[in-house]
């Protein structure tokens, strides 16, 4: 059974200016132990997503579509199982999380009180799980007793881990955990969760505008375009064997070093990503895609086969149907 | 690997020197607590540039590549006369930078500066247009070499930038534009001055991955088209790889290694230019763990002896110094860059014992 099932998940945040329509019909599941990368740039639904899962958006915003952790309704839990739900079911790792820690509580009382809260353990039962904790992200448990302006930024990431792992929970969302990293440290988080998630046979949202990370850390590999995913697959695959075009130019922006053909030609896209407001016609993608056709700006492209174990939404792929059937 | 044998580079031709940075240093003063200034302790001054040396030629692009606290932007800073140097010189055609501001004004004009953030280095009440003139009516140039008025001169920076119609945006305030857009107008106001030189520091690292391609296309028709010379200070040697015609890598304070951009990333001779290429994911190696550097980005409060690396090192964490006989010289022995090949120099014991990193 999968951990998490997302089937046409849609989020629209209602605004003074209207409706913002930021995810449109979103389907994925993720298997235990399963790492499932998310990727694209901003305002393309991805984040929104992540917040879905434990509905941390604000009031007024609307979700609809199935939502299923563990086989639970996420979308239908009371506010005392959603309490339950969060922490002990799925954690988010946040990008902020530089900001997210207490700066007058030491970090151990942190992490222990989000054990408490969830009445999994007595205090001192607690604070040996603390210590365990940050032994587990690499920290010596003497630490538990700093404040986080005494930790460095990689540091402070740890903690966020570890407080992310303190309940024991099944799915960890991981929402850009390294970008406001130095490249090594970033390199040390990342190597840090992937071996935390296969150990503990973690089930893992993991989210980024950066395709190369993505390809270190995950099994799959989803990409989105103005909120709805534009292709799927194996990582590996999707990322060195792109289907769908948006996806090629993702690639292309964090080219590999010896690749002869970014040498002195940096491969970018033309225009900017679509305002969730005014989404083009027909492929969202097509006024900046350099193969886009006629038909591109009528048809909406369906996620369709695209060789074994693969889907993109794009006229072009093999198992697109003939474009006479869809035009008609 | 044949990608490897496709880009060894035939010998890299470079033009005039336009910049030459000599034994730079710069200093941050070390900051103390209130009790123990008064109880007369000091603080150990930060070294952010300790010894640096490098030019920059006439429609070059240069990358300068390592962690953050390794004092590359303090670099660019002194570089464009923002921050006084404690030591060495920066020479501008041949000649040495003057130190007070007002001397520094034509200097400036020549030198242009990008930064990171766009949105931080735009004023957001001001229109494009005004934007764009602010640093013509700074620099008191009311005509072009061609009698073109202000705002031809305008019009033409934002076209070259890729803002086009130009008028369209003239009237525009920067939070109407999207980032890609607002990084263009901060690259059309450098460009107004017809500049030799543009720092650009890490100028796409806020950007959406499928911006940054088209930026880093528009600096580099800037190069072709304009021969502008170019210094891009990133952390990424991705980026390094699509547009520099060299690399220099820099570790607390200090240039390590340099050279052509196909030496340095495909074939280093410094064990920390090799660390830094095994963060950046390789074709078909996705899921193997790599080795990585552990420990925090280095102090530049406490620089160690020896080589300034040593302590993070893996040929000296893996006994492998010990085994060539060179670790008493990594823990003991500061060294200056050395030839290792054309054009390119590397500062490692190894390369005296003719190793590999």
């Known amino acids: ?328 | 690997m044949t990608d490897t044998e496709e880009a060894r580079s035939e010998s890299l031709q470079l033009g005039e020197p336009i910049i030459e940075i000599d034994d730079l240093e710069v200093n941050f003063a070390a900051r103390v607590g209130l009790i123990s200034g008064l109880m007369g302790k000091k603080g150990s001054d930060a070294k952010a540039v300790d010894g640096v040396d490098l030019t920059l030629h006439e429609g070059e692009v240069l990358a300068l590549a390592g962690e953050s606290g390794c004092g590359k932007t303090t670099t660019a800073r002194a570089l464009l006369g923002l921050i006084q140097p404690q030591r060495g010189t920066i020479k501008f055609r041949g000649k040495a930078l003057p130190r007070d501001t007002r001397s520094l004004r034509p200097f400036r004009r020549e030198v242009q500066m990008v930064f990171q953030d766009p949105t931080g280095s735009l004023n957001p009440r001001q229109t494009i247009y005004e934007i764009v003139a602010e640093g013509l009516r700074i620099h008191d140039i009311d005509e072009g070499p061609n009698g073109e008025t202000e705002e031809d001169l305008v019009a033409q920076a934002l076209s070259r930038a890729g803002l086009r119609p130009p008028q369209r945006f003239y009237l525009l305030y920067p939070h109407e534009l999207s980032g890609g857009q607002r990084q263009r107008v901060v690259i059309a106001g450098a460009l107004a001055l017809e500049p030799k030189v543009i720092v650009a520091d890490e100028p796409v690292s806020n950007l959406d991955a499928s911006v940054r391609g088209e930026i880093l296309g528009l600096l580099m028709k800037f190069r072709d088209e304009l021969r502008i010379s170019i210094l891009i200070v990133t952390h990424d040697l991705g980026l390094a790889w699509t547009v520099a015609d060299r690399v220099a890598v820099m570790y607390l304070g200090r240039v390590v290694e340099i050279g052509p951009t196909e030496e340095v990333l495909l074939r280093p001779r410094h064990p920390y230019t090799k660390a830094l290429l095994k963060v950046v994911p390789e074709a078909g190696e996705a899921g193997v763990i790599r080795e990585i550097l552990q420990g925090e980005p280095p102090d530049p409060t406490r620089i160690p002896a020896g080589c300034r690396f040593h302590p993070r090192c893996p040929v000296v964490a893996s006994g492998r110094a010990a085994e060539l006989g060179i670790e008493d010289r990594c823990r003991g022995e500061d060294l200056p860059l050395a030839e290792v090949g054309d054009q390119h120099f590397a500062a490692c014991h190894l390369i005296d014992i003719n190793q590999q990193p």
């Open chain 1, 1 to 328: 059974m999968s951990v998490l099932n997302v089937e046409d998940l849609r989020v629209t945040y209602t605004t003074k200016g209207g409706d913002v329509p930021a995810v449109r019909g979103v389907s994925f599941s993720i298997d235990r132990g399963e790492v499932l990368g998310l990727a694209g740039e901003s305002g393309c639904g991805k984040s929104t997503i992540a917040g879905a899962i434990l509905r941390l958006h604000s009031p007024g915003t609307r979700i609809e579509g199935k939502l299923e952790l563990e086989g639970e309704d996420v979308l239908s839990l009371k506010p005392g199982r959603l309490r339950a739900v969060r922490w002990t079911g799925a954690s988010i790792v946040f990008q902020g999380a530089l900001h997210a820690l207490n700066p007058v509580q030491k970090i151990g009382d942190q992490i222990q009180e989000a054990i408490q809260v969830h009445g999994m353990a007595t205090e001192k039962e607690a604070a040996v799980r603390a210590g365990a904790l940050l032994e587990q992200v690499g920290l010596p448990p003497r630490r538990k007793n700093d404040y986080p302006h005494e930790l460095s930024g990689g540091q402070k990431q740890r903690v966020m881990i570890a407080m992310a792992l303190a309940c024991s929970p099944t799915l960890v969302i991981a929402d850009e955990p390294t970008t406001a990293l130095d490249v090594m440290v970033q390199a040390q988080v990342l190597q840090l969760l992937r071996s935390l998630q296969h150990d503990l046979g973690l089930a893992m949202l993991f989210i980024t505008h950066d395709l190369s990370v993505l390809v270190d850390v995950s099994d799959r590999l989803a990409i989105m375009y103005a909120g709805k995913i534009v292709e799927e697959g194996k990582a590996n695959e999707v990322f060195h064997a792109p289907q769908h075009p948006y996806t090629a130019a993702l690639a292309a922006a964090f080219p590999e070093i010896g690749d002869t053909r970014f040498r002195h030609k940096p491969a970018g896209l033309g225009g900017d990503p679509p305002d969730p407001q005014l989404i083009p016609s027909g492929c969202p993608f097509h006024p900046r895609c350099a193969r886009a056709i006629d038909a591109c700006r009528t048809v909406v492209p369906e996620l369709w086969d695209a060789g074994a174990d693969r889907r993109a939404a794009c006229v072009h792929v093999a198992g697109a149907p003939s474009l006479d059937s869809v035009m008609s």
